[in-house]
């Protein structure tokens, strides 16, 4: 069985952002397990891809997946559009690739647009570590526990956010007590496309003049608890140094923070340098 299982992201809104890889896999494949294909109809009929489409969504992946697998054990390449972007990113693809790798099928990315990128590449935050925290609860006591995961993240934060929750989601972020730069975008790569930035406290309006389409938010960490963190590090560095070399210390605390050796080791000399 050589047959293979192609991850291909589409565009998240201008077509024009569509791969020529990904065009020539689409073309090439036997069938297309699409999350929305109505939706996706329009991208193929763009691009003059004729491959046959099967629906594969969280309705009815239980009962599609078998099929899939069915046509990738008989020799045929497949390939998994998701509703728009890169799939398995707050989707149901990662239960049929999962799968496909339990069956001992090949599974190959095609990479491309993704709306979290997008917006981290232009929202002028710190992007040298992030967390991508999927779609935003809607339930209002899943959103409390969502802002005091925000207020002890050190790191910047993305996420995306409905229309329908936006004004709690911003009377979250409003209420956030260190105050954080956020950047939205809205429709991102689309006619309307829109990005706001600013502080927590002031974004609100600002959202909630237009509260179309399609969000996602990047929310900046908190430098306060990022400087705590760090201070702890420095603080169990100085501990382990007594027992260990340098160079071990560092490795011990790169893996318990997921840092870098060579960052903590440098975190650690400039520590050790007379003041």
Do not use: W
Request: proline share 6%; net charge neutral; charged share 25%.
């Amino acid at each position: 069985m050589n047959s293979r299982l192609y991850i291909v992201a589409t565009p998240i809104g201008n077509l024009g952002d569509f791969s020529f890889r990904g065009v020539e896999i689409l073309k090439s494949v036997a069938v297309i397990a699409a999350e929305d294909p109505p939706r996706s109809a329009v991208l193929l009929k763009r691009y003059s891809i004729e491959a046959s489409m099967i629906r594969y969504n969280e309705g009815n992946k239980e009962s599609a997946v078998p099929r899939i697998i069915g046509l990738l054990k008989a020799g045929n390449d497949v390939a998994y559009i998701s509703e728009a972007g890169t799939p398995c990113i707050s989707d149901p693809g990662f239960y049929l690739v999962r799968r496909a790798i339990e069956e001992e099928c090949e599974v190959i990315p095609v990479p491309g647009p993704t709306a979290a990128m997008a917006l981290l590449s232009v929202s002028g935050l710190p992007t040298d570590r992030f967390f991508f925290l999927g779609f935003a609860p809607k339930k209002e006591a899943e959103l409390d526990k969502f802002r005091e995961l925000l207020e002890k993240c050190p790191y910047t934060a993305v996420c995306y956010v409905s229309p329908h929750h936006m004004e709690n989601f911003s009377a979250m972020l409003a209420s956030l007590p260190h105050n954080p730069s956020v950047a939205v975008g809205r429709e991102l790569t689309k006619q309307y496309e829109e990005v706001l930035r600013g502080p927590a406290s002031e974004i609100a309006e600002k959202i909630l003049s237009n509260v179309r389409g399609e969000f996602t938010v990047a929310i900046e960490g908190n430098r306060k608890e990022k400087e705590t963190n760090e201070a702890l590090l420095l603080s169990q560095g100085k501990t382990l140094m007594e027992k260990f070399s340098l160079k071990d210390t560092a490795f011990i605390l790169a893996s318990v923070y997921g840092l870098t050796k060579n960052k903590v080791y440098d975190m650690l000399i400039n520590k050790k340098r007379p003041e």
